[in-house]
């Protein structure tokens, strides 16, 4: 059988561009011979809906988008995704689900099973989920036709134990292959993950399967692609492109490949400029605007914005006050010369001193603190925010998860922003794509990676008067947030102060109610800071 996967950006709502692409990519496979086109999970909806599904014109709208693309598809076959009523009084009133499509007719129907409820994904919100499936006949032979969370319920791959397993319906069932349409988002390690689950699914099951995944930037999730097919023997026989659009025509009697992961750094770079540059042209944004501190943040952060937009497309700010250093200023230049970017200078002094001139009479017998340091901030993300909305462009924040973490950072201030495209990735690995970056000629300039970090609200400060080493606060945050591990549990492991890890913890939990507030940030370890981790605002549970 010659298979076509069709690995496709998709966009939430726009039902018909998906549909068009769709039926794009099915031209494409039936010209080059293909038997069998799949595309990805919730194709024509794009993933996640989330409430629009609440939305019951948009429901019956991609329902009349499916009947459209139904009746354009010929004799090669489709097998696409979309929302279906529950026909049902009881349940959810919609489905997940697949359609197997040939010669303007739907041959068969199937739901997906497993709904994930956890992280991410809230499936079990809107869907309905079906009992049992069963094998679909497709000429001669039998497929089984999956939807992404339905091959996860295997021992050690599944977050959660579903007392259901789709694919023992399959197991005597004599299928010529499984088919899997899938929307599983990236983080970082998830394509060997996602490989060794394939292939081991293949194997336990005897029986090729071809597994379709989506691709792209849809709000906070960042999707990777990297579609595959595998034999009967779990032989890895085609691979998509990662982070990229693909057409992949394979024949199920091909010469096995062998699976080359590509490096995790290069991964995470890629995931990154596809967030942004999706995020950024699904709202509508042309062009980026930030501030350039002369530190590492941000001039990574211009990097990114550069390879998403363009350089005409990216203007930098610096806005010195007078406790910037000179140093900061010249590394801010020469990362904009270096990119090739448009750079403008607005100092804050005026404006900083002024209101401090303004506040004086409410703030007679005090002494200068934190307050005066975060004003300077705010000063900041007030000009910042003026440039986006007088040019239209999209501002983004250079924050990282490390001081996103503790609060190490300006609410209304440097948190200002319609995009936080490095909020979820540690300040150590910060330092790797900096130096993944300057890999072939130094965009970054030297200084910004060497220097200690500082946010230069003070005379002579560095991050590290008010945290530890970022190698020690990076070990502890991935332990607490993405490992869920007690305070006991990780000085236990780490062998840290135990005054230093609860302090880190408890400025961990009292800072959620920053991060409610703060813009969207890109998903890529296994637990961002954003739609994945709901943790309550008002809370006094403190552990022992």
């Keep these: 059988m010659k298979l076509a996967l069709a690995q496709l950006n998709t966009t939430v709502g726009d039902l018909r561009g998906n549909a068009a692409k769709i039926l794009d990519a099915y031209r494409r496979a039936a010209a080059a011979g293909a038997e069998l086109v799949i595309t990805p999970e919730l194709a024509i909806t794009g993933y996640p809906p989330r409430d629009l599904l609440s939305k019951r014109r948009f429901i019956d709208d991609n329902l009349h988008t499916f009947d459209e ?105 004599g299928l010529r292959l499984l088919v899997n349409l899938s929307a599983s988002p990236y983080h970082i ?22 597994y379709c995944n989506l691709v792209g930037g849809n709000d906070e999730l960042i999707f990777d692609g990297r579609s595959m097919v595998f034999d009967a023997n779990g032989n890895l026989l085609a691979q998509g492109k990662p982070f990229a659009e693909d057409l992949l025509i394979v024949d199920l009697e091909a010469p096995p490949q062998p699976f080359e992961p590509r490096e995790k750094i290069a991964s995470l770079h890629d995931a990154l400029v596809l967030g942004l540059r999706d995020y950024a042209a699904k709202c509508g ?43 900061s200023l010249d590394d801010a230049r020469d990362l904009a010369t270096n990119l090739g970017i448009r750079y403008d200078v607005i100092p804050i002094q005026s404006a900083f001193e002024q209101l401090k001139a303004t506040l004086k009479p409410a703030f007679t017998g005090r002494t200068e603190d934190t307050t005066e340091e975060n004003l300077q901030a705010r000063v900041r993300g007030t000009l910042l925010m003026a440039l986006s909305n007088k040019f239209g462009h999209l501002l983004l924040t250079t924050g990282n998860k490390s001081e996103m973490a503790v609060g190490y950072c300006t609410l209304y201030g440097d948190m200002n922003g319609g995009l936080a495209v490095i909020a979820d990735v540690p300040k150590t690995m910060i330092y790797e794509l900096a130096r993944y970056i300057n890999r072939d000629a130094q965009l970054i300039p030297q200084a910004s990676i060497t220097k200690a970090p500082s946010a230069e609200l003070r005379p002579n400060q560095t991050d ?11 070990a502890i945050l991935k332990r607490y947030i ?49 739609i994945g981790r709901r943790v309550p605002i008002a809370q006094r549970y403190v552990e022992r």
């Design 189 to 210: 390690g998830k394509g060997r993950l996602r490989h060794e689950l394939l292939r081991g699914v293949a194997r336990r099951y005897r029986v090729p399967l071809a």
């Design 482 to 530: 993405e490992e869920n591990k007690s305070a006991i549990e990780i000085i236990a492991e780490t062998g840290y102060e135990e005054k230093l890890v609860r302090d880190i913890v408890r400025k961990i939990d009292l800072n959620e109610y920053k991060r409610k507030q703060a813009p969207p940030c890109l998903r890529v370890t296994t637990k961002a800071f954003g």
């Design 285 to 327: 944004f042309k062009s980026a605007v930030l501030g350039l501190s002369g530190g590492i943040d941000s001039a990574l952060t211009a990097c990114l914005a550069v390879e998403a937009f363009g350089k005409e497309n990216v203007l930098g700010v610096s806005l010195p006050s007078q406790f910037s250093s000179q140093g």
């Design 464 to 474: 590290q008067d008010s945290l530890p080493p970022y190698e020690v606060l990076d």
């Design 69 to 173: 693309l139904v009746q354009q598809i010929g004799e090669t076959a489709l097998i696409t995704s979309y929302v279906d009523y529950n026909p049902d009084v009881f349940g959810k009133p919609y489905y997940n689900a697949a359609a197997l499509l040939q010669n303007k007719q739907v041959l068969a129907r199937r739901f997906k099973t497993l709904l994930p409820t956890y992280d991410v994904f809230d499936e079990d919100r809107y869907f309905q989920p079906t009992p049992r499936n069963e094998p679909v006949g497709f000429g001669t032979c039998r497929l089984g036709i999956t939807i992404c969370e339905d091959i996860w319920n295997i021992e050690r791959f599944a977050p959660i134990r579903y007392s259901h397993d789709p694919l023992a319906d399959f197991a005597h069932a």
